[in-house]
């Protein structure tokens, strides 16, 4: 008599075992994948070369704007830190400025070691997007986002901290409501404007005069003025305008 089940069928719970199991050990390793990098990068905080460089003394206190060192964020698709030069530009033991020198000489000599043996500081990357996807640096700054929205508040920072995931989910959140993070091209910098009241105090209104005026220097620059009163726009359609248009499809940021 045939048996009611083929004999393969013996097999089944070995299969099976191997199916669950195969898809447990996938969604672990999905999860691995997907969270824990990630994870672990909020808050990336590397141990940088001598005493370090801080933030918060030379961009917060003393104001320095960040293009003086990172002189290519307007320029080039990589973001670059300073050389060496740029900081014996305040730092060299003959400055004329004896406060800056002697204050922290102990601190400043890995500095003027680097400059005298011509080697540059090894500093840490922080901030690293993977080769496989594009991330063009200057079209951001641009476009008006302000180094706020993605590294946070540098100018309260002693050490630069990794404040966003990076992920393709966070490129996807801004560029599908890219109005809420554009603020006046000129301002891009000023960091503690832009939290404080931009983002903070001043509701993105189309009646707002800074609106206008960004609306003004960064959509329509090749506009007259006179031009834009009379084009017979309602406020509504002014900030319509503004509206930039990052791309979403995957050639975008994939190739
Ligand atoms: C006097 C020079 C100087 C100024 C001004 C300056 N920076 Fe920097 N920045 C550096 C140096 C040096 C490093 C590398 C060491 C470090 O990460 O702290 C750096 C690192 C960074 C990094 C981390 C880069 C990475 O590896 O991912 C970010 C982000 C950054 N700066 C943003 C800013 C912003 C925003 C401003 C303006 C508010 C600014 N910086 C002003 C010198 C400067
Ligand atoms: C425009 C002038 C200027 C430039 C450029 C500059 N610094 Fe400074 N730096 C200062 C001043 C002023 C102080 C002292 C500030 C204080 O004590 O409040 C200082 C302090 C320091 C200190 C001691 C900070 C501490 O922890 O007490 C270090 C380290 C330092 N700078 C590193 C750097 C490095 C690295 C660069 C280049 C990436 C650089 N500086 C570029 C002006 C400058
Ligand atoms: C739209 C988000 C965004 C904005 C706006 C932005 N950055 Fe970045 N920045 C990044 C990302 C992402 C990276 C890592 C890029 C990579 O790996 O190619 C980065 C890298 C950097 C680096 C590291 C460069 C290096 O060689 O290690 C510096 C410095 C930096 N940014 C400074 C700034 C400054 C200053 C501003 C404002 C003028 C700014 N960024 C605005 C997202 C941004
Ligand atoms: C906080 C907002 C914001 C974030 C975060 C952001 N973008 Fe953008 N992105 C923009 C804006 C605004 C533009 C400019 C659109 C325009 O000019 O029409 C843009 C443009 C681009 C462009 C097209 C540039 C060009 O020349 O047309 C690429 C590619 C891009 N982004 C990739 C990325 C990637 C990759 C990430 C994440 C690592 C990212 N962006 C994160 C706001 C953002
Ligand atoms: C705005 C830029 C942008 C667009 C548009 C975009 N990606 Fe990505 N994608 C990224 C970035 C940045 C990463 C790297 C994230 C990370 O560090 O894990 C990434 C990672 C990935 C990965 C690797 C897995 C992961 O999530 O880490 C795949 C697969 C992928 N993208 C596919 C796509 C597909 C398919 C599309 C179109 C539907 C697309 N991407 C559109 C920026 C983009």
Redesign the pocket.
Known sequence: MKPIFPKWMNALPTILFFVVNGGVVLAIAGFWYYATPKFWEVGYMPTQPGSGFNHQIHAGKLGID??YC?TH?EESW????PAVSTCMGCHAENKINVDVASATDEKVQFIRDAYEQDVAIE?R?????PDYAT?P?NA??NAG???F???GQIQGMPVVVQQES?SMGWCLD?HRNPEENLVPKDK??DLYWVQTQWFNKIALDENNEIIKDMHGNVVLDSVSTSDRQHNGLTPDQLVDTLKRNPPQHCAACHY
Request: aromatic fraction near 8%; hydrophobic fraction near 45%.
């Open positions: 960040c293009r990172h964020v990589h973001a670059n830190v500093w990357n922080i901030h690293v997007v991330f640096h951001h700054v986002v302000s180094c929205s993605c590294h990076l801004c891009v910098t």
